[in-house]
């Protein structure tokens, strides 16, 4: 039999999400944020592109349409797949903004959609997903899972689950443990979930006041999930793959961390090596090949390098994302932190933050999301986060900080927000 045909839809949010990644969004619109030297978006796109039997990536967002149109063009060229941006004018919900652009999504008769949300990090098993999905019947849908720790596993919606994978019981972010099986925010639906959504749509309308012309969001995990659990047709994919979320700066770092491995398994060839006349690298470095690093350098494990860098002499660069168009002056030190584009860091300053501590023994990857302070309202200890076009003077340290753009720093710095 021919493969079902399939399209995929990435729910992108809006400028008004994403504000935990602040400072960074500020400049950069998060998913086209650099996570191993592309957008965070693009390991979504080549994910949905080994899908077999795949005619288009449809993304969904409240951004203007100049924000996607380079990336999109750009990216439809590349994977031969169609990629097109569609804006919602108002927020409508996971589900009501899949809905509104019914047309353009039903457009050449696609058995399955695959729905996602873009601030993820994960191995994307989207294929073994499929299979599963067919295994359980046409009109059922496959939610994603994996499993959290019982201590992080309110966070999330968690599903509860039979042998079969049948989902009994679903809460979004309960206030006690429910089960370890959280959503993941991937789903495999029929096209006929239209139908189910423009139930809940019709519904929002007729018990609406008639001076509020639009129903309010609708959402999958609130409103669509509940339907479909009563109707016995959600089902659980628990997958083993490595799952996380990018809700915060800091977590870009540890995003940046698990695609570099990956690219040592798939790409080997794109990371930086030990070479004669190059800098010393440990572990897995990617560095745009517009940059340049002097040989007496140091960087690694898990950094990523973007274009137009320039790395002085006995620099130091170690779990960090450098954005296009830094520079790190001599033995400059940056550790677990962002430097936002055009930043310069001068001579012997140190940027530093501290570590993501994320057990790799334990297998449930997900870096905790912790609050930005404390109960006493000090900023809790972090990865330190500069924003574009920031000077560092000769000398200093910057510990734990987040700096926000275009700001010129003349004295030590420890656990503050610059604003």
């Known amino acids: 039999a021919a493969p079902p045909k399939v399209k995929a839809v990435i729910l992108v949010g809006g400028p008004k999400d994403g504000t935990r990644f602040r400072p960074l969004s500020l400049h950069c619109p998060k998913p086209l944020f650099p996570v191993a030297g592309v957008p965070m978006i693009k390991h979504h796109l080549r994910a949905c592109v080994g899908v077999p039997g795949l005619s288009e990536v449809v993304l969904i967002g409240l951004y203007e349409e100049s924000v996607f149109k380079d990336f999109t063009s750009r ?26 652009i019914r047309d353009v999504i039903l457009r050449g008769n696609p058995d399955l959609i695959f729905v ?26 496959t939610m994603m899972s994996v499993q959290a720790r019982k201590d992080q596993a309110h966070t999330y919606g968690c599903a509860v689950a039979d042998e079969s994978g049948l989902v009994q019981h679903y809460v979004e972010k309960p ?35 008639s001076a509020m012309p639009e129903p309010e969001e609708i959402w999958i995990e609130r409103d669509i999930i509940p339907i479909l659990i009563s109707a016995n047709r959600l089902f659980l994919f628990k997958s083993e793959a490595f799952w996380s979320q990018i809700k915060t700066a800091g977590s870009a770092v540890y995003a940046n961390k698990h695609y570099l491995s990956v690219l040592r398994k798939t790409n080997p060839d794109l990371l930086a090596a030990n070479g004669e006349g190059g800098p010393a690298i440990v572990g897995d470095v990617l560095i745009d090949p517009s940059s340049t690093v002097d040989p007496t350098a140091k960087l690694g494990p898990n950094v990523s390098i973007g274009p137009g860098v320039h790395i002085h002499a006995g620099a130091r660069v170690k779990e960090s994302i450098i954005l296009s168009n830094c520079v790190l002056q001599a033995h400059s030190c940056v550790l677990n ?67 926000l753009p275009h700001k010129d720093i003349t004295s030590n710095v420890a656990n503050e927000i610059l604003l």
């Open 175 to 209: 206030k006690s443990w429910v089960s370890s099986d959280i959503n993941c925010g991937i789903y495999l639906m029929p096209a006929s979930i239209f139908d189910v959504i423009g139930a809940v749509y019709v519904r929002k309308m007729d018990s609406q006041d």
């Open 75 to 100: 990216s439809t060229s590349e994977l031969k797949v169609p990629v097109r941006y569609y804006r919602e004018h108002s927020s409508l919900g996971t589900a009501g903004g899949v809905y509104h």
């Open 116 to 141: 996602m949300h873009c601030d993820l990090c994960t191995d994307f098993p989207l294929s073994e997903m499929l299979q599963y999905h067919l295994s359980k019947g046409p009109q059922t849908v």
């Open 337 to 403: 932190a962002v430097v936002g584009w055009d930043s310069n860091v001068g001579e012997w300053a140190r940027i530093e933050g501290k570590e993501m501590v994320v057990n790799k023994d334990d297998p449930t990857t997900a870096a905790s999301t912790r609050p930005l302070f404390n109960a006493k309202g000090q900023l809790e200890p972090g990865l330190t986060i500069v924003g574009e076009g920031v000077t560092v003077a000769s000398g200093l340290i910057v510990l734990n900080s987040i700096v």
